[in-house]
């Protein structure tokens, strides 16, 4: 063979290797079977030694990175790691101070302190400390339990392995980001589409060795479970981190008041691109720990802290199509097909076009030139049309009035806003609707919802095609032989795959109300549901009921909601997936918390306005020590809480049902705090 045919074979193989690497580690998504992947790498190295003058960067003789593992052992984290809400502009800040300071019952005109710190984007990681030694790291995992990466984590020269400040605490968890450096990732470009993922990359390998090999980096800036921890507010925190040897952002600030954090981001985005480090935005955390205390968290993110993030990129491009998705609500949302264009480095080739209205207000067309907008991790959408440069043989969209499965779809009416939604619906037929089936699939496989690892919203989508699920309990009962013939698969994915979803057997009652996609039953709505029913058994019992006004009793569940939870159990279907999922599951009954608590078996209302501190706390305060809140005076009320000016009518009937009646001062009394 001559020189120039060996040049060219071996690169084609070098090309395609690096290929497969992209999807490989970058993706988790591998599209050929491993033996295909090794049987290339082989082939690649034995060119490789025969011809001595060959030579390539991307050659798996040199190349650092090792397909991430899958087999480290999971941890339990003492304190949950949390995730953050989003902001996007200043009306979103606004009401997120708005909120805290109703929460805490303050004045309008109370001045909070953030701790405003630059959002690294890398994969935060838990750092346990006992005596000074670092003794264990765990990944985030699915923030209530994470991989054990100790090893991985002790080749990053940012982590102290050992600290003997007399002020470090006992035993604390060190939580922080670990990233690496844009300038180190210049020469790992080929192998990873950004920063995120070469680190992300790089924490998994089962061998520490290659991990040691992709330069990481840590910065700290919270912490989980402690045991001595003698600070009062986050800033401080800050400067300790730093004292006991850690990395800490030099781009935190402490700040006050909306208009100075608005400045704060302006001047940091200007920044933004000559940082040594990827960031997607700035977090705030409210400064006072006695106030993130009371604060506590919904579902799980914190009322404390929101992550604003940097705003989003626009771009030019063409409409070539618009097509109709089916969303799990049996929402249908318009999407534009654009020419293909890369924005803030991802490439975009469909756009939200929100819903009908939006389409004949905006006059959207095929063919049109419109400007694309991404922000954060939400879906592309067309922000506007530049009808100048529409072609004269462009026509007005016309938007279908049925659902692909037949069915005519509705606009629904609002109670509340006495307006006709703008969005057009499959009238709520859940499963029923093969198009809304397949999304409410999606949604029980994903993040908060059953989280099966490896099974995401392509594999739905493919096994739906070749029929292998149709309803939830597919997942369960799915034909693994056949699997491991489809393209792309093999017996090692198979089997993976086997792994993961045996795994995900046994779930939390909550976790399993929520994956069910019942409308407007959200994580919270599912905690609440889990809590008052306490077992599968009970919540089925929903499908005997004729009346669901009781639910109205749980603090939360409202007529929208109840509507819906009937709609759900009116349906055969429904029932049949319930049975069906019970016979595959091990559906977990609710953890009780903390029966012991001070106010067990004991139930509150509230009327009229309480002294420096809002409903939603006192209503915590009660759940956080094992009492319940309940919405109506009835026999099943123990303790009306007033405040000024209460409803005079609640008082009637407590006194006529006999219902004790307090002031604020006797119920912090029952819970040993002065008033
Ligand atoms: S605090 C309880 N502080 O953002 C609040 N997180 O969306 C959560 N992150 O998983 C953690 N910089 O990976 C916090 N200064 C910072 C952060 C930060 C980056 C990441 C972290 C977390 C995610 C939350």
């Not at 369960?476 to 792309?488: M, S, T, V």
Request: hydrophobic share 35%; aromatic share 10%; net charge positive.
């Amino acid at each position: 063979m001559k020189k120039e045919e060996i040049y060219k074979k071996y690169n084609k193989k070098i090309k395609l290797l690096t290929k497969y690497n992209k999807f490989y580690f970058d993706k988790s998504a591998p599209i050929v079977s491993d033996k295909e992947y090794d049987d290339l790498k082989g082939e690649i190295l034995y060119l490789e030694n025969k011809y001595a003058f060959l030579k390539s960067k991307s050659s798996p003789a040199t190349v650092i990175g090792h397909k991430p593992s899958k087999n480290f052992k999971k941890s339990s984290h003492k304190i949950p790691m949390l995730s953050l809400s989003n902001a996007f502009s200043e009306d979103d800040l606004i009401n997120f101070e708005k909120k805290i300071i109703n929460f805490l019952s303050k004045k309008e005109s109370f001045e909070i302190s953030y701790s405003a710190e630059p959002k690294i984007d890398g994969i935060s990681a838990s750092l346990t400390y006992k005596n000074g030694n670092f003794v264990r790291g765990l990944s985030r995992g699915d923030g209530k339990e994470g991989e054990d990466i100790t090893n991985n984590l002790k080749t990053i020269k940012d982590i102290p392995q050992y600290i003997s400040s007399k002020d470090f605490p006992e035993e604390i968890d060190i939580r922080g980001e670990v990233f690496i450096q844009n300038s180190d990732f210049e020469n790992l470009k080929d192998k990873f589409a950004n920063p995120r993922n070469a680190a992300s990359g790089s924490l998994r390998q089962k061998n520490p060795e290659y991990t040691k090999k992709i330069p990481l980096n840590f910065i700290a800036y919270t912490f989980g479970f402690e045991n001595g921890l003698k600070v009062e507010n986050q800033s401080d925190y800050l400067k300790k981190l730093r004292q006991w040897g850690f990395k800490i952002n030099p781009l935190n600030k402490l700040i006050s008041g909306v208009k100075n954090l608005i400045d704060n981001y302006n001047e940091i985005e200007k920044k933004r691109a000559d940082l040594n480090f990827d960031i997607d935005g700035i977090v705030y955390k409210v400064n006072d720990f006695d106030l993130q205390k009371r604060l506590g968290n919904v579902a799980n993110a914190p009322r404390w802290a929101v992550a604003h993030k940097f705003s989003s990129n626009k771009a030019v491009s063409q409409i070539k199509d618009i097509e109709i998705q089916i969303g799990r609500t049996g929402a249908l949302t318009p999407v534009a097909k654009i020419k293909p264009i890369n924005i803030g480095g991802v490439q975009v080739s469909n756009a939200s076009l929100h819903n009908e209205d939006e389409i004949i207000r905006k006059d959207i067309r095929v063919g049109d030139t419109v400007t694309v907008e991404r922000a954060g991790d939400v879906i592309p959408h067309v922000v506007s049309v530049d009808v100048l440069k529409r072609s004269n043989t462009t026509k007005k969209f016309i938007f279908p009035k049925k659902c692909p499965c037949g069915y005519e779809t509705i606009k629904e009416f609002n109670k509340i806003t006495k307006k006709f939604d703008a969005v057009r619906r499959c009238p709520d037929r859940g499963f029923e609707c093969n198009r809304i089936a397949k999304e409410k699939l999606k949604h029980f496989v994903s993040k908060e919802a059953f989280n099966i690892d490896g099974f995401g919203k392509k594999i739905v989508e493919k096994f739906w095609e070749l029929r292998l699920i149709k309803l939830p309990q597919d997942i369960f009962k799915l034909d693994y032989d056949r699997i491991e013939k489809l393209d792309g698969w093999g017996k090692l994915s198979a089997d993976n795959l086997r792994y993961s979803v045996d795994e995900k057997k046994q779930i939390s009652l909550e976790r399993f109300i929520y994956s069910l996609g019942i409308r407007h039953i959200g994580l919270e709505n599912a905690k609440l549901l889990s809590r008052y029913f306490g077992s599968f058994q009970k919540f089925k019992t929903l499908s005997k009921k004729n009346n669901y006004s009781d639910l109205l009793n749980i603090d939360g569940i409202g007529e929208t909601q109840l509507v819906s939870i009937k709609n759900f159990f009116s349906k055969n279907i429904n029932l049949k997936i319930l049975n069906e999922l019970n016979e595959v599951l091990n559906i977990q009954d609710a953890k009780v918390v903390n029966t012991k608590g001070l106010l067990r078996d004991k139930s509150f209302l509230v009327t009229g306005k309480l002294n420096n501190i809002s409903r939603a706390e006192v209503k915590s305060l009660i759940e956080e020590n094992s009492g319940t809140t309940v919405s109506s005076v009835s026999k099943k009320l123990n303790y009306l809480i007033t405040g000024e000016k209460p409803t005079k009518k609640k008082i009637e009937s407590a006194k006529a049902l006999k219902i004790k009646i307090i002031d604020q001062d006797e119920f912090l009394r029952m819970l040993n705090k002065t008033g």
